[in-house]
């Protein structure tokens, strides 16, 4: 098929415009950006494309590649709406660039086809394949390289495609890939292996039966001179620890040895694929009996990783002390994830290791690419996402993602939580070397290295704590901001002991608190950030620890609001809604209130209801209102009647896709619930005069989960404080809870069953009609394998109220379900919910003793968790203790009760006498 542009001054028209797409003016570009857009509504504007790509040789290789990835965009969004002869054209056209002279040329024209492929199937181009295939054997590398890169393309994009095809094209693929291992060009070497690696997680059934003939020509490539086809062997050897690594474990001591130099490798990008290794490795069972013998030579390759290169200084702007003043630029202010309330009982906290070396306000030069070639980097490295930001190609912030010295950290960490302490006899003297060397960007990595044992090596480091704490409290008055900033991370890993050592709080807390507060006002935005991270991690170690010095933490927080700029903002709000969740009631006092609201408020008045930064103030304001209890009466209408319509808007107003954006509706609701908590039944005049419980009735069928999840919290919380309102929708919220007992959303089944229970205690036996269909529900989750330990305890609750009001519909499955309620139960705190659940199942035993008779060192065992239970509880437990007593006879009694463990047998005897 042959075309030519019908008119020459069209062709040189398009071409104008694609030179002056290149011009540094953004004004300009925008402007011609609008033009090309123009040009699409002409038929024929992507044949120009393609034949500007593929026939002007004489035009600047920028050009034509820009040409290219213009089309690549325009068949990304309307291929299906080609001509038929266009899209003909195009196919065979894109093909012929692949021998093109230009590297550039070779890759847009792989982008082109693949983006063809992932628009349809393989199928719909049946000569594809086989053209690639041919190719390979062309005695022009150009060509053989440049089939390559498509097929590497396709490989990435359509694995499952090639793996389904049913004329299963990888049995002929996969040998010749294989076969190009050993070829004479590095490039070519290079994409073979990237071509196979792309099966090797799935498991493809071409490859395993070629594992052997895969594994031989693979270890031949291991000292490759090319950086990339060592990088490529890396990644292959770390993917088959995932799925095969019974097939490395005859050469697990050479392949330990080559990672253990390539993780040194001069080239950074080949050294973050072997230290992959080690994070792969680790999570594997024979980690330690394999790795042992190797710890005194990995251990200092990953400390030595774990410092900043002289580039990470320069794009992290490291000697810079003061930027506080410099514009966040938008790039650097990432997507933020609301949290959405769950109801638990208990939640286990655990500390990741954040090494985000986030860029606040790069202005580090990028290479002079030109725009095609960056836009082309940014469609190899990230082609499937156009609009992750986070990406590897986002130019000057490629230090602030994924590096080596993150995941040599994150390595430390994982392996230090495998072999404990006994890397400390080999840490403690590199560690002694890194943190007291001249070069800060060496003492900097061993702060690094020491927040990143912390977990893993907890208890060996105990005797030297007092002094590493001491050593790391002086650091954060270091000069150099990127030593204080990773110092309040290194801290905050250590913020347990620090919080728990209360023999020595003047020698550590007091100072730790006063000099984070001081970091918190840094003058360098990076420092900003760690510094109030690092503190709202104390504040939930150390709770009501921090209510003496409230004063002090509020005027700082509060300063931080005229300091802080739009990112750092997102962190000082979780730092107050996280000292609200922490201190609790303690924040209600007056002169705190005046405090701490009025910024609060400002921000919330500034905000437009489409405003994405509405989400994080949200958040904050529902801790506070849950902390300020009536405190915040003065501040809530407005802030409910907001709320009210943010929900409206919502649930009436369609996106620009088509579907709302629910965000907003779901930190309203979550707002809502704190108000709820925190006003009890002061909120019912602002309840009965909105709209709420007909618009919670929309919320609660919505298909995203989260929205179920805070529509049920909310729910619950609303039947607590005012249930005159609830209780007139009973008969629409019961079925719709009930349909809910679904384990898979595990929050939204959390929500529903707390939910439940609570509408359960204010109902009483009206619940009778649901209980059955309820019960089997709980029952299954009670006994299912793995379910979280927060679901465990709402669902033993609330089948515990369940039996409290209607014992007689209950009691009858107490011996399915006994066991596990007493194990999930046993170690929540005294509290009132707690009291609801025992109550409930003391009236259900009474009622079926034999359900409980098989399991009754369960029930003793639960009953002695009690510290001090209520009187009329610590009634019925004894009733039943001496009954069963007196059932069982003395000598069955005595047969049963020597087998409690002691600490049982006395707190039963001291509490009981029995």
Same mark, same amino acid.
Not at 209 to 215: G, M, P, R
Not at 775 to 800: A, D, F, M, V
């Given at each position: 098929?042959?075309?030519?542009?019908?008119?020459?001054?069209?062709?040189?028209?398009?071409?104008?415009?694609?030179?002056?797409?290149?011009?540094?003016?953004?004004?300009?570009?925008?402007?011609?950006?609008?033009?090309?857009?123009? @040009?699409?509504? %002409?038929?024929?504007?992507?044949?120009?494309?393609?034949?500007?790509?593929?026939?002007?040789?004489?035009?600047?290789?920028?050009?034509?590649?820009?040409?290219?990835?213009?089309?690549?965009?325009?068949?990304?969004?309307? %291929?299906?709406?080609?001509?038929?002869?266009?899209?003909?054209?195009?196919?065979?056209?894109?093909?012929?660039?692949?021998?093109?002279?230009?590297?550039?040329?070779?890759?847009?024209?792989?982008?082109?086809?693949?983006?063809?492929?992932?628009?349809?199937?393989?199928?719909?181009?049946?000569?594809?394949?086989?053209?690639?295939?041919?190719?390979?054997?062309?005695?022009?590398?150009?060509?053989?390289?440049?089939?390559?890169? $498509?097929?590497?393309?396709?490989?990435?994009?359509?694995?499952?495609? @090639?793996?389904?095809?049913?004329?299963?094209?990888?049995?002929?693929?996969?040998?010749?890939?294989?076969?190009?291992?050993?070829?004479?060009?590095?490039?070519?070497?290079?994409?073979?292996?990237?071509?196979?690696?792309?099966?090797?997680?799935?498991?493809?059934?071409?490859?395993?039966?070629?594992?052997?003939?895969?594994?031989?020509?693979?270890?031949?490539?291991?000292?490759?001179?090319?950086?990339?086809?060592?990088?490529?062997?890396?990644?292959?050897?770390?993917?088959?620890?995932?799925?095969?690594?019974?097939?490395?474990?005859?050469?697990?001591?050479?392949?330990?040895?080559?990672?253990?130099?390539?993780?040194?490798?001069?080239?950074?990008?080949?050294?973050?694929?072997?230290?992959?290794?080690?994070?792969?490795?680790?999570?594997?069972?024979?980690?330690?009996?394999?790795?042992?013998?190797?710890?005194?030579?990995?251990?200092?390759?990953?400390?030595?990783?774990?410092?900043?290169?002289?580039?990470?200084?320069?794009?992290?702007?490291?000697?810079?002390?003061?930027?506080?003043?410099?514009?966040?630029?938008?790039?650097?202010?990432?997507?933020?994830?609301?949290?959405?309330?769950?109801?638990?009982?208990?939640?286990?906290?655990?500390?990741?290791?954040?090494?985000?070396?986030?860029?606040?306000?790069?202005?580090?030069?990028?290479?002079?690419?030109?725009?095609?070639?960056?836009?082309?980097?940014?469609?190899?490295?990230?082609?499937?996402?156009?609009?992750?930001?986070?990406?590897?190609?986002?130019?000057?912030?490629?230090?602030?993602?994924?590096?080596?010295?993150?995941?040599?950290?994150?390595?430390?960490?994982?392996?230090?939580?495998?072999?404990?302490?006994?890397?400390?006899?080999?840490?403690?003297?590199?560690?002694?070397?890194?943190?007291?060397?001249?070069?800060?960007?060496?003492?900097?990595?061993?702060?690094?290295?020491?927040?990143?044992?912390?977990?893993?090596?907890?208890?060996?480091?105990?005797?030297?704590?007092?002094?590493?704490?001491?050593?790391?409290?002086?650091?954060?008055?270091?000069?150099?901001?990127?030593?204080?900033?990773?110092?309040?991370?290194?801290?905050?890993?250590?913020?347990?002991? &620090?919080?728990?050592?209360?023999?020595?709080?003047?020698?550590?807390?007091?100072?730790?608190?006063?000099?984070?507060?001081?970091?918190?006002?840094?003058?360098?935005?990076?420092?900003?950030?760690?510094?109030?991270?690092?503190?709202?991690?104390?504040?939930?170690?150390?709770?009501?620890?921090?209510?003496?010095?409230?004063?002090?933490?509020?005027?700082?927080?509060?300063?931080?609001?005229?300091?802080?700029?739009?990112?750092?903002?997102?962190?000082?709000?979780?730092?107050?809604?996280?000292?609200?969740?922490?201190?609790?009631?303690?924040?209600?006092?007056?002169?705190?209130?005046?405090?701490?609201?009025?910024?609060?408020?400002?921000?919330?008045?500034?905000?437009?209801?489409?405003?994405?930064?509405?989400?994080?103030?949200?958040?904050?304001?529902?801790?506070?209102?849950?902390?300020?209890?009536?405190?915040?009466?003065?501040?809530?209408?407005?802030?409910?009647?907001?709320?009210?319509?943010?929900?409206?808007?919502?649930?009436?107003?369609?996106?620009?896709?088509?579907?709302?954006?629910?965000?907003?509706?779901?930190?309203?609701?979550?707002?809502?619930?704190? @108000?709820?908590?925190?006003?009890?039944?002061?909120?019912?005049?602002?309840?009965?005069?909105?709209?709420?419980?007909?618009?919670?009735?929309?919320?609660?069928?919505?298909?995203?989960?989260?929205?179920?999840?805070?529509?049920?919290?909310?729910?619950?919380?609303?039947?607590?404080?005012?249930?005159?309102?609830?209780?007139?929708?009973?008969?629409?919220?019961?079925?719709?809870?009930?349909?809910?007992?679904?384990?898979?959303?595990?929050?939204?089944?959390?929500?529903?069953?707390?939910?439940?229970?609570?509408?359960?205690?204010?109902?009483?036996?009206?619940?009778?009609?649901?209980?059955?269909?309820?019960?089997?529900?709980?029952?299954?989750?009670?006994?299912?394998?793995?379910?979280?330990?927060?679901?465990?305890?709402?669902?033993?609750?609330?089948?515990?109220?369940?039996?409290?009001?209607?014992?007689?519909?209950?009691?009858?499955?107490?011996?399915?379900?006994?066991?596990?309620?007493?194990?999930?139960?046993?170690?929540?705190?005294?509290?009132?919910?707690?009291?609801?659940?025992?109550?409930?199942?003391?009236?259900?035993?009474?009622?079926?003793?034999?359900?409980?008779?098989?399991?009754?060192?369960?029930?003793?065992?639960? &009953? $002695?968790?009690?510290?001090?239970?209520?009187?009329?509880?610590?009634?019925?437990?004894?009733?039943?203790?001496?009954?069963?007593?007196?059932?069982?006879?003395?000598?069955?009694?005595?047969?049963?009760?020597?087998?409690?463990?002691?600490?049982?047998?006395?707190?039963?005897?001291?509490?009981?006498?029995?």
């Amino acid at each position: 098929m042959s075309w030519q542009p019908a008119q020459a001054d069209d062709l040189q028209q398009i071409l104008s415009l694609l030179r002056q797409s290149q011009s540094p003016d953004t004004q300009i570009q925008r402007q011609v950006q609008a033009q090309l857009e123009s @040009l699409n509504q %002409y038929p024929d504007f992507n044949k120009y494309l393609v034949y500007i790509l593929t026939k002007l040789f004489d035009e600047q290789e920028a050009t034509r590649s820009l040409a290219g990835l213009i089309l690549k965009n325009n068949a990304k969004s309307h %291929y299906e709406k080609f001509p038929d002869e266009a899209r003909a054209y195009i196919k065979q056209e894109c093909l012929s660039a692949l021998g093109d002279r230009s590297p550039l040329i070779r890759a847009t024209g792989g982008i082109l086809i693949t983006t063809i492929v992932t628009k349809g199937s393989l199928e719909q181009w049946p000569t594809l394949l086989e053209h690639l295939y041919s190719c390979l054997d062309s005695p022009d590398v150009n060509l053989c390289e440049g089939a390559f890169g $498509a097929l590497q393309k396709i490989c990435e994009d359509s694995a499952d495609q @090639l793996e389904n095809a049913p004329s299963q094209p990888l049995n002929v693929l996969i040998p010749k890939f294989i076969q190009f291992f050993r070829h004479s060009h590095a490039k070519v070497r290079s994409h073979a292996i990237a071509c196979v690696n792309e099966f090797i997680t799935p498991r493809a059934t071409a490859l395993m039966s070629n594992i052997d003939l895969f594994l031989e020509n693979l270890f031949q490539l291991a000292n490759d001179t090319d950086s990339d086809v060592r990088k490529h062997v890396c990644r292959a050897l770390v993917m088959l620890v995932e799925v095969r690594i019974e097939r490395l474990l005859p050469h697990m001591q050479q392949i330990i040895e080559y990672m253990l130099l390539t993780s040194q490798d001069t080239d950074d990008t080949v050294a973050l694929e072997a230290c992959e290794f080690w994070l792969m490795i680790a999570d594997q069972a024979i980690c330690r009996d394999i790795l042992q013998p190797y710890l005194d030579k990995l251990l200092p390759v990953l400390c030595k990783n774990m410092k900043y290169s002289e580039m990470d200084v320069i794009i992290l702007q490291g000697d810079i002390d003061e930027d506080e003043h410099i514009p966040d630029r938008i790039e650097d202010i990432r997507p933020r994830f609301h949290r959405t309330r769950s109801r638990q009982h208990a939640q286990n906290i655990s500390d990741d290791i954040n090494l985000i070396d986030t860029n606040n306000n790069s202005t580090a030069a990028t290479p002079p690419n030109s725009q095609a070639e960056q836009q082309l980097q940014d469609e190899n490295e990230n082609d499937d996402d156009d609009d992750d930001d986070d990406g590897p190609g986002a130019n000057a912030d490629q230090a602030t993602e994924w590096n080596l010295r993150k995941c040599s950290a994150a390595a430390l960490d994982i392996l230090s939580n495998v072999f404990r302490d006994n890397i400390l006899p080999i840490l403690l003297p590199i560690l002694q070397e890194m943190l007291f060397h001249s070069n800060w960007q060496i003492k900097e990595s061993g702060i690094l290295v020491l927040g990143a044992i912390a977990e893993g090596c907890s208890y060996g480091l105990i005797p030297h704590l007092p002094d590493l704490v001491d050593y790391l409290i002086k650091c954060l008055n270091d000069k150099k901001p990127l030593v204080r900033s990773i110092t309040c991370w290194t801290l905050s890993r250590y913020s347990t002991w &620090i919080v728990r050592n209360e023999a020595q709080h003047n020698r550590f807390l007091i100072p730790l608190m006063s000099e984070l507060l001081k970091r918190i006002l840094d003058a360098n935005k990076k420092v900003q950030e760690a510094a109030c991270s690092a503190f709202a991690t104390l504040e939930e170690e150390a709770c009501v620890q921090m209510v003496p010095y409230l004063k002090q933490i509020l005027e700082t927080l509060v300063h931080a609001f005229r300091k802080y700029q739009a990112k750092n903002l997102l962190i000082l709000y979780d730092a107050i809604g996280t000292l609200a969740d922490s201190v609790g009631s303690h924040l209600n006092r007056p002169d705190y209130i005046e405090l701490l609201m009025p910024p609060l408020i400002d921000r919330w008045n500034i905000l437009r209801n489409d405003d994405k930064d509405l989400f994080p103030l949200l958040e904050c304001l529902s801790s506070i209102a849950t902390a300020l209890q009536t405190g915040f009466l003065p501040y809530c209408e407005p802030v409910f009647v907001r709320c009210i319509v943010l929900v409206q808007q919502t649930l009436e107003t369609n996106g620009q896709d088509g579907s709302p954006d629910k965000d907003f509706m779901i930190v309203a609701l979550d707002l809502l619930s704190g @108000l709820v908590e925190g006003l009890g039944s002061n909120i019912d005049a602002l309840v009965e005069r909105s709209n709420l419980l007909t618009l919670l009735q929309r919320c609660a069928q919505d298909p995203m989960p989260e929205v179920r999840q805070s529509s049920f919290a909310l729910l619950g919380d609303l039947t607590k404080a005012c249930f005159r309102h609830v209780q007139k929708h009973l008969s629409f919220f019961l079925p719709i809870l009930t349909q809910n007992l679904n384990p898979q959303h595990v929050s939204v089944c959390n929500n529903a069953i707390w939910a439940i229970g609570e509408i359960a205690i204010q109902i009483g036996a009206e619940i009778q009609p649901f209980v059955s269909i309820i019960l089997e529900s709980l029952i299954l989750i009670i006994n299912r394998h793995n379910t979280p330990k927060t679901l465990l305890e709402n669902t033993s609750i609330t089948i515990g109220r369940l039996g409290l009001v209607c014992p007689n519909d209950v009691s009858s499955q107490l011996a399915r379900f006994i066991r596990p309620w007493c194990i999930a139960l046993r170690n929540i705190r005294d509290n009132e919910e707690k009291d609801s659940a025992f109550r409930g199942i003391c009236n259900m035993i009474v009622l079926n003793p034999l359900g409980v008779t098989n399991e009754f060192i369960y029930v003793c065992d639960a &009953i $002695a968790s009690w510290e001090k239970p209520p009187m009329e509880l610590y009634t019925k437990f004894r009733d039943i203790l001496y009954t069963f007593k007196q059932e069982f006879g003395d000598e069955q009694w005595k047969q049963l009760t020597d087998r409690f463990p002691l600490p049982l047998k006395q707190r039963l005897q001291a509490h009981y006498g029995i």
